[in-house]
């Protein structure tokens, strides 16, 4: 049997680990993530607690993130330790493992890999990849159209997502993680 989730408890720290917006974008991430992984008939809890946390140390200073790393992963310290804008995935997973005592590699894993995404990802990870994009916090140009896609197909909706990032990132003259890339050149 599956162990009981405290949801009224993650959300009453992850509430005091953020600002009010990313707070607000976590719930819509968490909702979405249900409505996707009911869809798919994946672990609807799962997904809704991955949703939920999987920006808990977004607000964090740099050196914190980096610190957790470091101790408790360090072969992803010294691959991403440059790789400022992806770290708060890869501590976060470890946060959200110790700090909730959950044992579970998806939810490790869709947290981790939440902004860069990778090759071979778990349901669980696509679902979190792609709420992350498409809840209802959301109003970029194209939006619409990804969110759309999601509730049909969440394996399209994850191509499109991983190209509209890349896209996104060549705009602003900033490098492109590996594991984007591998993701990228899979399809
Ligand atoms: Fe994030
Ligand atoms: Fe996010």
């Known amino acids: 049997m599956e162990k009981d989730f405290d949801l009224d408890y993650m959300k009453y720290i992850l509430k005091k680990l953020v600002n009010h917006n990313r707070y607000i974008h976590s719930i819509n991430v968490s909702s979405m993530s249900e409505e996707l992984g009911f869809i798919n008939k994946f672990n609807i809890t799962h997904c809704k607690i991955a949703g939920l946390l999987h920006d808990i140390m977004k607000d964090m200073s740099i050196e914190f993130l980096l610190n957790i790393i470091k101790k408790e992963d360090n072969s992803s310290f010294n691959l991403y330790k440059k790789e400022i804008g992806i770290l708060h995935g890869f501590a976060g997973a470890i946060y959200v493992k110790n700090t909730f005592n959950i044992n579970n590699n998806d939810i490790y894993n869709a947290i981790k890999y939440h902004t860069v995404g990778r090759l071979n990802m778990s349901d669980i990870e696509k679902v979190i990849f792609v709420s992350d994009s498409v809840s209802y916090d959301r109003d970029y140009k194209d939006v ?9 197909d969440i394996n399209s909706a994850v191509k499109e997502v991983c190209i509209s990032k890349i896209l996104l990132l060549i705009q602003r003259n900033k490098k492109i993680n590996f594991n984007t890339m591998e993701l990228y050149n899979s399809f």
């Open 144 to 152: 619409e159209r990804l969110r759309k896609m999601a509730f049909e």
